[in-house]
């Protein structure tokens, strides 16, 4: 059995929908649909989730919100017309998006929640009604039928371990696909709770794991991950293979297929994840597996990635490496401004921390530095804001000693100065830190070494 979900460019149109239509019925082990809300339909246009956040704002400010309204359900009519579904359809995704507005909540974070929810919940009714339109059996389960309860913030949520146990035994029917919202889920208390990251991709991935599905399919609009950014490395090699922890690696520094920690659920299920493209679906796309599902690769490094947004703290005193709690007045400065640090390479009179920029902001960055000169009275003090962080990354480095060294002489011969290198406990990462102007130019000769 699959676990399907397709993202919100993949369910924007009717000409959209008729392509996930035929997937699901091309192979009877997809099962199972996770539907995202309809994303743009071109350059310029605005996402559902968008319109429903400011149809909440509106709510919230006593606004006249009609306009809004019929601008969202018009969205859902489009598709509906598409198909020549009865009116009756849209009149029930109309009857649910007024009495949102209608229905008193707790406080302003449970409303947006709930109302940021139903572009979910409306298209996975709307693709429910389309499917049996179709001739194919689809029934609809909604996150609170399948049990699937969530705890923490209302728009920030995590699932609860009851969950898996629910789904466990949910019974899903024999001769029916089943079609499910994603994003959301309910707390104990019955109140609709979002997912804060990943959004449809959580969701699909906790089926997955709960459901015990032998692949899940996550259809996007690419063909599948690629080696570098096709921005920078012009056409790169497709990734076919890669497992769980290269792809957390890679997504840190700037892989962006979808949020990496939103197929976690999936990856302690041990389910493969299949990336594909909806408007290509016969592309074989990226396989993404379980350590024991190891494979040989078929290159030392399986993916490289930039990311520009890393700021450092360079600092130089003499005999820094004898001096007792010195790190330790340095980490104390970071909590009392509630900051936190990415890596800390460091040599015997130098030190440098590297910062997530998008963290901070001038006022933090001015007081920290000056906090660090009173405290800790370094001979030399610099904040760098051009830093850039490149991530080498593959399962064939651990058993390849020279990859070091060939990424050394591909950025020196090229006149691309190194300021970090680190190689990760887990053996399969090297984190080089260059000027941000160095970096596009640092992965094209990486991958120039390594891919042609």
Not at 348 to 370: E, G, M, P, S
Not at 405 to 418: F, P, Q, Y
């Amino acid at each position: 059995m699959k676990v399907v979900k397709f993202g919100g460019s993949s369910l924007a149109t009717g000409a959209q929908f008729e392509k996930v239509i035929k997937i699901v019925n091309d192979d009877f082990e997809r099962k199972v649909i996770v539907t995202s809300a309809p994303g743009k339909r071109f350059s310029g246009d605005t996402k559902v989730t968008d319109l429903l956040i400011k149809y909440a704002n509106t709510v919230i400010e006593n606004e006249d919100y009609t306009n809004i309204v019929k601008e969202i359900i018009s969205r859902y009519h489009e598709i509906s017309d598409h198909f020549d579904l009865d009116n009756s359809v849209i009149k029930i995704l109309h009857e649910k998006l007024i009495n949102l507005a209608k229905t008193n909540f707790s406080d302003e974070e449970h409303l947006m929640a709930a109302f940021k929810a139903h572009g979910e919940f409306l298209n996975a009714i709307l693709l429910t009604h389309v499917l049996n339109s179709q001739g194919i059996k689809a029934v609809l389960i909604d996150p609170k039928q399948a049990g699937l309860i969530v705890h923490g913030e209302p728009n920030d949520a995590d699932i609860s371990k009851e969950t898996y146990l629910n789904l466990d035994n949910l019974k899903l029917p024999k001769d029916s696909k089943v079609v499910f919202p994603g994003f959301f889920g309910y707390s104990k208390h019955g109140s609709i709770y979002t997912f804060s990251r990943g959004g449809s991709d959580i969701t699909g991935a906790i089926l997955s794991r709960g459901l015990h599905a032998d692949l899940y399919e996550n259809f996007t609009d690419v063909d599948a991950i690629y080696v570098a950014n096709n921005h920078i490395v012009k056409h790169p090699q497709a990734i076919k293979k890669m497992s769980y922890r290269e792809m957390r690696e890679l997504s840190y520094a700037g892989f962006s297929v979808f949020q990496d920690e939103a197929i976690i659920p999936a990856v302690k299920g041990q389910v493969p994840v299949n990336v594909k493209n909806t408007n290509n679906p016969s592309a074989e796309g990226t396989l993404i597996v379980p350590e024991q599902f190891l494979f040989n690769p078929a290159n030392q490094i399986t993916g490289i990635a930039c990311s520009k947004r890393f700021s450092a703290l360079y600092l130089h005193r003499y005999l820094l490496n004898k001096e007792v709690g010195f790190t330790l007045k340095l980490l104390k400065i970071f909590y009392k401004y509630n900051i936190s640090y990415e890596h800390m390479p460091s040599g015997i009179d130098d030190l440098t921390v590297i910062f997530d920029r998008t963290k901070l902001d001038k006022v933090t960055i001015d007081h920290l530095c000056h906090d660090v000169k009173e405290v800790l009275q370094p001979d030399y003090l610099e904040w760098i804001d051009d830093y850039a962080i490149i991530m080498v990354v593959g399962e064939g480095i651990a058993h390849n000693v020279d990859t070091i060294g060939k990424i050394i002489d591909s950025l020196t011969e090229n006149n691309i100065a190194i300021h970090m290198i680190n190689q990760g406990a887990s053996r399969i990462s090297i984190m080089i830190g260059t000027q941000e102007s160095d970096a596009d130019e640092a992965v094209k000769q990486i991958y120039k070494t390594f891919f042609n």
